[in-house]
């Protein structure tokens, strides 16, 4: 199993790998540029950093940037940190992105450490189902296989009986390598949403994982996984939030159009927390005087800060209602 379990390894983790391994090098260079040793708390720190870099403005320009660093860093950290892709790093593009590229290393070598360890277990199992074979093929090429015959009876119809016994559990864990190994969903320290609750892989295991939810760690069948809708915000840039609503048919009618546009200036107003997308859309009518709508927006995520997603979620509701209020649009 080495030359399967190295090229499982190396094939999946290295781009992870030279990307960390990159976005590492400017951090350490940006560490180099303070003449101090990193402060416990990496968000203090990361802070720091930005000030020593620029010391009297809350926003790093690329012209200022590339005047310290030279044009090759200065596209290596703007590459980094530039979530808005407009040539200017702010102090909270910069802090999030900083501790993003520390947590990615650090759980990049949990995840590497824990599929070792499953490689390790799943090694024993079949070493331990090869084993009876081994042996017996080795029994035979001596010529001793008519004096066990009557041994390997009563052992087969054992392994038969406990086959039938186990015979679900090794179609569990079957199905589990595939889904850890093949389609691998998340890995350790991933952000995912699982029936719309938001959980933290802690562990991942040959039957089960475990996951944080409100700082409680749960175990989960992973075959109770498989058939569940699963966004890992590892590698997904985009999250939906739709938000329900119901109104009064003739004021919605009346105000379509202005929501729409009042909804587009709130979205171009912010790039770093809006993609720009939404739908308006899913009308259903209730009754002669209600209707259901629903107001999908796409925000950006980035580095897995669901703190501060879930924040800009909650936000832009109160900015929905303010939206509601400022057009009289009546909300049922």
């Given at each position: ?77 703007f590459?980094?940190f ?38 390790y ?11 009876p ?9 001596l ?20 086959s ?25 320290g ?33 075959s109770?996984?498989m058939s ?45 927390v809006?993609?720009g997308?939404?739908?308006i ?12 709508v629903?107001?999908v ?36």
């Amino acid at each position: 199993m080495c030359i399967v379990e190295l090229k499982m390894f190396f094939s999946h983790y290295r781009e992870r790998i030279e990307i960390n391994e990159e976005n590492i090098q400017i951090i350490e260079m940006l560490n180099r540029s303070t003449g101090l040793k990193m402060f416990p708390n990496l968000q203090t720190w990361g802070h720091y950093v930005f000030k020593t870099i620029s010391p009297n403005d809350d926003i790093l320009t690329f012209e200022k940037c590339e005047s310290v660093f030279g044009t090759s860093y200065t596209n290596g950290i703007f590459g980094l940190f530039d979530a808005n892709n407009d040539l200017t790093i702010t102090a909270g593009e910069f802090v999030t992105g900083y501790y993003g590229v520390i947590r990615e290393k650090y759980f990049l070598n949990q995840a590497l450490l824990q599929k070792n360890n499953l490689f390790y277990k799943l090694n024993i199992i079949v070493s331990i189902m090869c084993l009876p074979f081994a042996v017996f093929v080795g029994i035979s090429f001596l010529g001793f296989a008519k004096y066990f015959a009557n041994l390997f009876s009563i052992i087969s119809g054992i392994i038969l009986s406990l086959s039938f016994v186990f015979s679900s559990v090794v179609g569990d864990i079957f199905r589990s390598l595939i889904f850890i190994f093949i389609v691998r969903p998340f890995e350790a320290g991933d952000y995912v949403k699982i029936n719309d609750k938001i959980f933290i892989v802690e562990e991942l295991g040959l039957l089960y994982s475990s996951f944080l939810i409100d700082s409680l760690l749960t175990y989960v069948q992973n075959s109770q996984l498989m058939s569940k809708h699963i966004v890992n915000y590892r590698v997904s840039e985009i999250e939906e939030k739709i938000y329900k609503f119901k109104f009064n048919i003739k004021s919605f009618k009346e105000k379509a159009e202005m929501l729409n546009r009042k909804i587009k200036k709130i979205l171009k107003s912010d790039t770093q927390v809006y993609t720009g997308k939404y739908l308006i859309n899913n009308y259903i009518i209730l009754n002669d005087d209600i209707m259901t709508v629903e107001i999908v927006i796409y925000f950006k995520i980035r580095y897995q800060y669901i703190k501060g997603l879930l924040k800009n979620e909650d936000d832009f509701l109160l900015t929905l209602h303010d939206i509601f209020r400022d057009l009289d649009l009546k909300v049922c």
